[in-house]
């Protein structure tokens, strides 16, 4: 389904210079994911209030993208917010929960399981969408999308394996 989300929002991931196509390699690795998976958000926090929300430390860092993702606890109801890197994927935007290739499945994607409905922010505009699973199709399209923009995302599935299913959601505006 062609929405229009990645167009409405202005959404899209640049080649990157040479800086960010190593820090893209980099977080690839499995000590990249590690370290990444534990201090990006802190990180990300600290320059979005000294940037006044302009930049992310993905962006600076690697020259991607990052997209506020508020979702619903599936446990305390409470309203959640995570810093993705989405995936342009049909004129809409496309999550991977791959969690940096580590071992647990993200909060944000089991927390959609249960509430599709979200809301997505970025550079100031927000929507509301409802995020449903990809059709095994359509997962491999948006692992082989995000790959082309990251390089990481097929060697976190390398290295999940078997041992997780990695979600992959399609998101649709309401």
Do not use: K
């Amino acid at each position: 389904m062609t929405s229009g989300l990645a167009a409405d929002l202005g959404y899209a991931h640049a080649t990157g210079n040479p800086v960010h196509r190593v820090v893209r390699w980099g977080a690839g690795t499995r000590a990249g994911g590690w370290v990444f998976s534990r201090v990006l958000r802190h990180l990300d926090d600290v320059v979005g209030r000294l940037t006044g929300g302009r930049h992310s430390a993905p962006g600076l860092l690697a020259g991607l993208e990052v997209l506020d993702v508020t979702t619903t606890g599936r446990r305390s109801g409470r309203r959640r917010t995570s810093h993705l890197i989405a995936t342009p994927y049909d004129g809409g935007l496309a999550l991977l929960g791959t969690n940096f290739g580590q071992a647990a499945t993200p909060a944000w994607a089991l927390n959609l399981e249960a509430d599709p409905r979200a809301t997505l922010t970025y550079r100031g505009a927000t929507r509301e969408v409802v995020a449903r699973a990809a059709t095994p199709a359509e997962a491999e399209e948006v692992f082989a999308l995000a790959s082309r923009s990251y390089p990481g995302y097929a060697r976190y599935r390398q290295r999940v394996g078997q041992t997780r299913r990695i979600r992959v959601f399609v998101l649709d505006p309401v």
